[in-house]
């Protein structure tokens, strides 16, 4: 899956851990480098997001 599409899953649901499964990516770091934010900013988008 190429990298704009999964940044815009990512800024449309704020669900690292669904982009990390839709990766491949068995550690959270190597997901949150690949989008090229700080894993504190994705952690708190994440837990804002009420699904």
């Known amino acids: 899956m190429r990298r ?3 940044t815009q899953i990512y ?3 704020g669900n690292l851990r669904a982009v990390q ?3 491949g990516h ?4 190597s ?3 690949y989008l090229g934010v700080e ?3 994705a952690l708190a988008i ?3 997001i009420q699904i």
């Open 4 to 6: 704009t599409k999964v």
């Open 31 to 33: 997901t949150v480098r």
């Open 46 to 48: 994440s837990e804002a």
């Open 26 to 29: 068995t550690k959270m770091d």
């Open 11 to 13: 800024k449309k649901t």
């Open 21 to 23: 499964l839709l990766l």
């Open 39 to 41: 894993l504190e900013d």
